[in-house]
């Protein structure tokens, strides 16, 4: 599967990714985990002797750059492990059995493993959110507690999601040129969108995921909505943070979460990139959370 349009794209995406893991603010160490779909990469941080955080990110981002603003501060308290999504455009790199047949559980029961885990907190943005709802559900007893941020409960809706990203993305991510790009951001984002829009290095990071980042690369992972019943089996496991403003839950996120009743906090003026928009807030609630 080809993650990246171009080599040339590609090598970008991983320069400017490098660039963003420098700003982190902390020691890390990068891992390359084998699975059986292809390699896993990991960064791992923290405090030494703290309970395993496992962190994914969201559709077409990467680890380097959802947890820029996230890392230093949750690392006082939790060792983490940040991956990088297969199939996605980090630094993960699918093989040959990446296809049709991939199991999202199978993957991170492959990971986890080979990390050395066995109970950990899970936290993800946007589909991370999906992930950890999921291995939630599925594997209750290696999840001390799941965070799910600028995401909806995966309960099984009429709802069309490509029609709805579509609506949301498009026509800025189909013409990705600077204006488009920043238009993007500011559709996706809350009142604090400056924290993307005039910072020149994730701006710069976002393009290059914009323009580079084959976006078919994601088609093997497979969301699956939950019956009343598998809701009902996470709704203490999972606690849910989202901003107010965010498109996703303006068209039926906040709207499944109520009608569910879901563990969920909702924040005034923040959109979809939540944990970047209010980093400090964010962080100091789930800190809050596991302890």
Known sequence: MKVYRTKKAGDKIIETYDQLLSKWGCEIKERDIQTGYGTTHVIETGAEDGTPMVLFHGVGDDSAL?????????????????????????????NENYNKTFDDLRWIDEVIEKLGIGQAYFAGVSMG????????LRRPEKVIKAISISGAVAAATKNNTMKAMMKIFLPEALFPTDKNVIKLLKKLSGKNYAVFTENELILQHYKCLIKGFNNMAMGCHKVQGFTPE?????????????????????????????QYQMNAIFYEGAGHGLNHELADEINQKILEIVS
């Open 66 to 94: 959802m947890w820029i603003f996230n890392a230093k501060a949750l690392g006082t308290k939790l060792h983490l492990y940040a991956v990088d999504t297969i199939g996605g455009p980090g630094k993960s790199r699918p």
């Open 129 to 136: 959110g999906y992930l950890v709802q999921l291995y939630s």
């Open 230 to 258: 598998e809701v009902d089996q996470i709704r203490d496991k999972v606690i849910y943070l989202v901003g107010e403003e965010d498109p996703f839950e303006k068209i039926g996120g906040k709207a499944l979460l109520q």
